[in-house]
């Protein structure tokens, strides 16, 4: 601060602590560290820090920057009502220009100030002595800057998140003895500067430990919170696992009495609903798998009326625990020391995905449901996320729920194709434009674009989000299935070994691990990775592709092993078609089963048995004809019998429909008899997968 001497004399500087004295006003809170921004206070955040990412010298630089702004204009830069308003400015507008809030300041000083300030931190000066070099007017070319982002074709991701706004107002009155000032504020800045890098570099420290978050579990009997256990595990664990360090195993399953179930993570958090004394209380635990001990526990009673209150409450404690007995086990260090002085000993979380506690609300309630992955529960998701964006406009995370639900209903072939598709894309194009930096709207714009066979936007929709978050699991499933669909296949198994690595207990994403290792021709290794899989999760899929599997290798398979193959292919049928009659409540009224009349088809057919392989065959066209299943499924079952024509017929249909399943007809192994065939190479140009 620069104060003016009584006497007339030269202005002296004083040096005032940044986060200790208490706030005078509310526009004082701007300039005082808070609790949920442990990196500072806020209007010295740079916008990098507020996205998530971690800090560095840009960081400090950037601060250093509205320090020497702040003191040769007596202004902000960033003119703001409320912290809020100040936050969503640093992300997205520029900077009021010096020159507009002090006519006399020099043009170096300008455009120094305004390099410190550049939200790309790429673009920031490298160190203090550039900064000395600038304000003395040795500013060197700069790179263009970022531009507003559009959702074009080969737009890289990180241009995405820096959308330029740039805001005038009006020019501050005339300054005197400016030349003085600046100096003054340049000694101060860099004075300062070691205390503002010590705080950004402490922030940014990692736990480097892992965590397996099991599922709250509902022990009330009362289903009314089912929705509030599922989603609270869901979004702690979207929010931990952007923590620089932490490595989060999400556990799928609650724990079973004496089993680990853990993996390789070093912490366990659980968490049971109990009725207790007539109240409801939520019990959350921290474990140590290594010596089985309790490192916290808490309860929580009244912020189960505010899931937004909850979610936060609990990752919050969490993260300070795990804080907590990391530095324990560190060892007392000058650091660690300095560290709680500061308060900056807790990793920063990411923001929550809304600030509406009831859109919020509605969000957990259509994630319950949606998790489901049935036809009866998705209309219930829909309308639950639907009220959510109405509730907040601005909920990007369920703009991106709306998109993947859809991809439900297509999967069903509920409603038309080509309407469904282009809903998925509004809503996933809608959810990137609120937030950029949200990596779950680029996946589901990147699963809607390829549903719609847009494959370069596909591409680099998963391409983005794992750029912005690459612990994001999903992601690199998803793009793995991509990549196989254009014979990628080393590539493609690459990736979803790497989402298997991150997210170890997602058994549907091993199912697919499966069918990818058939698809590349792997198929010994898919059978042994499948019948290893089920020995952990007893997954319909996985049923589905080994008795698929098992009866390829039947065909390709000497004696005794092709009788084996094929008798293992006709066992997997029948657990499939006993799922299948369960689902419908026991009894085939349908006609048809798609799965199991699939893998029976495929199993008859490898032991040469033409007619018993119509039979089932029979009843998948009958599914076909009353309109309940794609023309592609059925086409697998006649190439399995070798029936080209009827193939081709149903491929052909599929792709005039767009139908979801055609996605991986140019590497199943089903189809390979007909690669020379100018009808399936008319097809899969008609798909631009050639």
């Known amino acids: 601060m620069l104060v003016d001497r009584e006497d007339g004399g030269s202005a002296r500087a004083v040096v005032m602590d940044f986060g200790l004295a208490k706030p005078l006003d509310k526009r004082s809170l701007l300039w005082e560290t808070r609790t949920e921004q442990r990196v500072g206070a806020p209007y010295f955040i740079a916008p990098e820090v507020l996205r998530g990412e971690k800090g560095g010298v840009a960081v400090d630089l950037y601060a250093l ?6 003191m040769v ?10 912290i809020d308003e100040l936050l969503w400015k640093k992300l997205h507008d520029d900077p009021i220009p010096p020159s507009a809030r002090s006519e006399a300041l020099p043009e170096a000083w300008e455009k120094t100030i305004l390099w410190c300030l550049d939200r790309d931190p790429e673009r920031r000066p490298r160190n203090t002595g550039e900064v000395l070099e600038g304000l003395n007017g040795k500013t060197p070319a700069l790179p263009p800057p970022a531009t507003v982002p559009k959702l074009a074709a080969g737009q890289q991701p990180r241009a995405l998140v820096q959308q330029a706004a740039p805001r005038v107002a ?4 005339p300054r005197a003895r400016l030349s003085r000032r600046w ?4 000694g101060l800045a860099l004075f300062l500067l070691p205390s503002l890098s010590a705080v950004f570099d402490f922030a940014a420290d990692p736990i480097h430990t892992s965590i397996a978050v099991f599922p709250f579990a509902n022990q009330t009997d009362e289903p009314e919170y089912d929705y509030l256990c599922i989603g609270t595990t869901d979004e702690v664990m979207r929010r931990l696992v952007y923590i620089d360090g932490l490595q989060v195993y999400p556990v799928r399953e609650p724990r079973v009495a004496g089993a680990a179930q853990t993996g390789n993570a070093r912490f366990s958090l659980e968490g049971a609903l109990r009725r207790q004394a007539g109240e409801v209380r939520l019990n959350i635990t921290l474990i140590d798998n290594r010596t089985g001990s309790l490192v916290w526990a808490d309860s929580f009673e009244n912020e189960l009326k505010d899931p937004l209150v909850l979610e936060s409450s609990i990752t919050e404690r969490m993260v300070r625990a795990l804080s907590g007995q990391a530095q324990v086990e560190g060892g007392w ?27 919020f609300t509605e969000y957990l309630r259509g994630r319950e449901l949606y998790q489901k992955k049935t036809l009866t529960d998705a209309p219930g998701a829909i309308a639950h996320f639907e009220r959510a964006v109405s509730l907040d406009p601005k909920f990007a995370l369920a703009y991106s729920a709306l998109s993947d639900v859809q991809h439900t209903l297509l999967a069903y072939n509920q409603g038309d194709t080509q309407r469904l598709m282009a809903t998925a894309y509004q809503y996933a194009e809608r959810a990137v434009a609120l937030d950029p930096s949200l990596p779950d709207g680029y996946v589901s714009l990147g699963a809607a674009r390829q549903a719609l066979w847009d494959w370069q936007g596909a591409e680099q929709g998963y391409k983005a989000a794992i750029e912005l978050h690459p612990k994001f699991a ?8 991509l990549l196989l669909q254009f014979g990628r296949f080393e590539e493609s198994l690459a990736l979803a070994a790497k989402g298997i690595e991150l997210d170890p207990f997602d058994y549907p994403s091993q199912s697919n691990y499966g069918l990818y290792l058939w698809h590349a021709g792997r198929p010994r290794e898919a059978a042994a990775h499948l019948e290893d899989l089920l020995t952990k999760n007893d997954l319909l899929f996985a049923h589905i592709v080994l008795g698929q599997v098992y009866a390829a290798l039947a065909v390709s398979s000497p004696e005794p092993e092709s009788t084996d193959f094929f008798a293992r292919s006709l066992r997997e049928a029948g657990i499939v078609r006993a799922r299948e009659l369960d689902a419908v409540g026991g009894t085939d009224r349908a006609g048809f089963l798609k799965w199991s009349d699939l893998v029976f088809a495929q199993a008859h057919a490898a032991r040469g048995d033409q007619a018993a392989a119509q039979l089932y065959i029979s009843r998948l066209e009958h599914g076909l004809a009353e309109g309940m299943l794609s023309a592609s499924a059925v086409a697998w079952a006649y190439a399995a019998v070798g029936n080209e024509q009827r193939t081709l017929e149903l491929l052909e249909m599929g792709a005039a429909r767009h139908e979801r399943e055609m996605l991986y007809v140019r590497v199943t192994p089903l189809l390979r008899s007909l690669h020379s065939d100018e009808r399936f ?7 631009a997968l050639l």
């Open 73 to 82: 204009t007596r202004s902000p830069a960033f003119p703001n009502e409320s």
């Open 681 to 687: 190479t008319a097809v899969l140009r008609q798909m």
């Open 65 to 70: 920057g509205l320090v020497i702004d702040e």
């Open 474 to 481: 999903r992601a690199h499933h998803w793009y793995a299935g």
């Open 183 to 186: 100096w003054l504020a340049t």
């Open 333 to 359: 260090t000058l650091v660690a020391a300095a560290r709680r002085w500061l308060g900056t000993e807790i990793p920063l979380l990411p923001s929550q995905a809304t600030a509406s506690s009831t859109a």
């Open 170 to 173: 009006e020019a501050s009155p």
